[in-house]
């Protein structure tokens, strides 16, 4: 064969980094928000999200995506979806990590699965005095993770979620809470007793309503009483019902008192088993598997039920606020994951740009990439600023400012980070060029990325309902005031903060159209996260993020920071040599 040429300056793969030392900007913001935080578990974990190998099985989990069987090759109804091997090795790391329960279990190295009922259901009652700051630590290994393979962490996010809203049954939570904790993953379709480990999924969408479930058509039949309560038989279907191979899910249904809330077992128990020992399948058929533009490994699909048995969760005709108690938690994860994305991003564009070059200079010390690579670290570094601080929030319930900055920040992060994924990672893929816009290779990473961006601004309600929901929010008492206490500590640091500092509270005061709740979302969002960086950041990025975020001196769309801006220490910053 002829050589026709030689091949040369093309980055080499980023492989085999520790997500988590380089991470500065969320190293920083840990000591703010958890300076007791044990960092151990993140350093391995952002050793695990680096390596080349767990890489690999990212890709193949995306590649060849989970396939539907609904019946075996006898003809019998199975309803079982299949997966590649790497989506279990994925799935297996990630509850290993004790993604889905950590601020659920007594301390981190816990199994809970070897604990007494009793002192398993005692554990969850609220985060663990044993570890500091279990909800910013989950959070953190959350972002970490969602660099590696943020599909797969569906079931994960689901599963942490649904504790609280899992309480208002008491006999089932006492049951499952155990297994719901183990940080080990058992894939198989067997009775919940049997296995190692749970997960749970949960299914609202129909096809006539949408976001707005009050138009569930659904129904729930009373069907007797056992130990887990009122027991009903649903029948109806569900549009969108992520994770189908969970082991149950939390479910909306019409009841004579209007909608509910119900817990659904993939495999019923003994007794309602006819004497089985493995358990006997639930009447839920899964129809058929969505697909989507992203989110490959995770398999989303659309259920019937025909008669499917179920158990009251909370009282008849409260299901919306039931199930929202775990939907505020699979929000913030929405933001939590479009943070982590763009730190992948972000980090796959500077370690291309420190290698490539052209026109006789490595990308990045060209001025105008320089401006871009720039940008685009602020963007992220204020997404994670803001993602941690609502983790915070939770990690002290009992606090009435933290209990009021939950109930506005959720709904503003998800509104805000999640929107800006789409548009940060096309910039990101931009940097890299046409190397950017294929699927193969470690540089398919950032196509990944880039079609994977939407599904957190839209899943778990999308923008207008997240603006919408702050207004719900600013309507309790405090709201303006708790907001005002929020922006206090960085007063007196930037004159556009102190601006819009001064204005932000009015404007909640005011606030009575709906027509303009996405600028007042978009404001806070960003009067907040300026907040922050006066608290963790250094000050060229402050001060750089105020000027171009609050003060005007930015265009629309990233690379248009103004002159005097630090970029080299900003670069140093976002990705250490």
Known sequence: MHQTHDVFNQPAPLVDLNLFDGNLAMRDALKVHAPMLDLKPLEALGQLAGNATMQVHARLANAHGPQLRTHDRQGYRIDEVEFHPSY???????????????????????????????????????????????????????????????????????????????????????????????????????????????????????KQGGSDVRANTTRAEPDG?????????????????????????????????????????????????????????????IQRLKDKLGNKANASSEVEFEGALAWLVGEEGRGVPQILEMGTMTRLDCALGSSGLMRQALTQALHHARQRMAFGKTLIEQPLMKNVLADLALESEAATALALRIARCFDQPDDPHEKIMARLLTPVAKFWICKRGAGFAQEAMECLGGNGYVEEGGEGVLARIYREMPVNSIWEGAGNIMALDLLRGLRKADAASALAQELKPALGQHAALDRMARSLPLRVEVMGSEVEARRLAQDVALAVQAALLAQSAPGFVFSAFCESRLGGAWGQTYGSLSNGVDFDAILRRALPA
Not at 274 to 280: L, P
């Open 88 to 206: 279990h090795i994925l799935m297996s790391a990630a509850m290993k990590a004790g993604l889905h329960g950590t601020p659920w279990a007594p301390t981190l190295g816990t199994d809970v699965s070897s604990l007494p009922p009793e002192g398993a259901l005692a554990a969850r009652g609220g985060p663990s005095p044993l570890v500091a700051s279990p909800h910013v630590q989950r959070a953190a290994g959350f972002m970490l993770f969602t660099e590696l393979e943020p599909s797969i962490l569906c079931p994960i996010s689901m599963t942490y979620a649904v504790t609280p809203a899992l309480r208002a049954n008491a006999a089932i939570h006492q049951e499952w809470a155990p297994g719901l904790g183990a940080r080990a993953y058992d894939p198989a379709l067997t009775l919940y007793k049997h296995k190692s480990g749970l997960t749970m999924g949960m299914g609202m969408t129909e």
């Open 225 to 285: 009483h056992d130990a887990w309560g009122a027991r009903y038989r649903l029948t109806g279907h569900k549009w969108f019902f992520s994770a189908p191979m969970s082991d149950a899910f939390l479910v909306l249904a019409q009841t004579a008192n209007g909608l509910s809330c119900f817990f659904l077992p993939r495999v019923l128990p003994e007794a309602l088993s006819g004497g089985s020992t493995q358990g006997q399948h639930n009447a839920l058929r």
